[in-house]
Structures are given as C-alpha cells and as structure tokens.
C-alpha cells in the first residue's frame, strides 16, 4: 500500500544542521519530493529527486535516497530561523498522477 | 505569471450552504489538482483533472465536484456543506500528463459552522 511517514517535530539550534527523515512504503515510486510550507501559506516545491538517484544536492540543501530502505531525507546546512516552517515529503508513481505526502515534519530553529 | 491563484483565501459557511472554490493557472499546465489539509496531516487528494476535458477522483472525494471550466481554471463545489469539510484548500497544477513537479496555490480556508 501507499504510506508516506515523518516524524512530527525537530528543533535545532541556528547554524546547526537540521535533517529531515521520511519513510515510504512503495518501491515503485520514481519521484521524491520535498515541500516546505510556512505559516497561512501553500506549498513551496523544495526540490525533488528521480528514483535512480542516490543524492541530490542544491545549495544548502542534500537530499539522501536509500531505496533499499525506502528512507529519503532532507539535510539543510546552517539552519537559519526563517527554515522554520513545516516539511513534507511525497512521492509519485511514474504511472499515476497522485502525490502521497506526509503528514509533515515542524522544524523549529532556535535563536 | 501569478502562479496559481485561488479564490476566496477565507469562507465561512452555514451547514448545507453551497459555495465554489476558484482555481487558475496561468503556467499553461495540463493538469490540475484539489487538495485538502487537516492538522496534523498531510494533503489530501480530492479530485484531479489529468488535462481539459477530463476529471477524476482523487482519495477523498465524497461531497465534492469539480468542473475543468478550460485549460486554466479548476473550480471545487460543495453542494451542501458539512462541518467535517471544515479544512484548508489546496489548488495545484503541474505540466504534463502522469505530474512532474505540482506547484500550488495558497489556500482556501474554509470553515463550516
């Protein structure tokens, strides 16, 4: 079945590294994605990884694939306090339109 | 370009009113989306339009339709509002037909009293 989970909550420290975890259940997912959304606002698209990679990197931001696993994560360097927000990741079947999310990661980085 | 824009951001509606949610884009997306969020919950899917012409259920789509209006607009249509609809909309759009990266709008928040 289709199951996308996080974990709920991670405080860091500004500066501090902060990784994001996300467990998904479908071994056919070809796209990962990460979203943040801040406060009374949509989803911004963070980045995404194709299936058939291992890492993606984009400036502050790593994203780690395991698909042994089915374990994505999210690495931001030097957390800055305007990363709080909420972080979602999701995944897509090649072969179906419908994004699975998560039900969200609330980081909050502290001064 | 604005992106997705939905419309009204905030609603307030009686139990078994009607209303419509408004969606465009103006990014020349094949497809589109309605979400809906709940705390402590990821998005929901609740009916998706792979390209004009053309409309699908989603995850969650009792109580709700849709119309593809033209290539630019999606709308979400309670016909008879219930407190359990009570959540934040989502609208998105995304290019080709199977999605690639969906782009959302900011929200309809909708209570339902």
């Known amino acids: 079945g289709e199951d996308v989970e996080q974990s709920l909550f991670l405080s860091v420290r500004e500066g501090d590294s902060s990784v994001i975890n996300c467990t998904y259940t479908d071994s056919s997912s070809t796209y990962l994605y990460w979203y943040k959304q801040e406060p009374g606002a949509g989803l911004q698209l963070l980045t995404y990884i194709f299936s058939n990679m291992d890492m993606k990197q984009d400036q502050r931001l790593t994203v780690l694939l395991n698909k042994k696993d089915k374990h994505l994560s999210l690495r931001i360097a030097d957390t800055q306090t305007g990363d709080s927000a909420i972080y979602f990741c999701?995944?897509?079947?090649?072969?179906?339109?419908?994004?699975?999310f998560g039900s969200g990661t609330r980081l909050l980085v502290r001064p | 370009n604005a992106g997705v824009t939905q419309t009204p951001k905030f609603q307030v509606l009686k139990t078994g009113q009607s209303m419509t949610l408004q969606c465009a884009q103006d990014m020349n997306h094949n497809s589109m989306y309605w979400y809906r969020q709940d705390p402590g919950m990821g998005l929901r899917l609740i009916y998706y339009s792979a390209s004009e012409g053309t409309t699908d259920k989603g995850e969650v789509p009792n109580g709700y339709n849709v119309s593809r209006l033209n290539k630019r607009e999606f709308s979400l249509r309670l016909e008879s509002a219930a407190p359990s609809q009570t959540s934040v909309y989502f609208c998105a759009s995304s290019e080709r037909r199977g999605g690639d990266t969906q782009y959302f709008g900011p929200g309809t928040r909708l209570t339902v009293l």
């Open positions: 999701a995944e897509r079947m090649d072969s179906s339109y419908k994004l699975i």
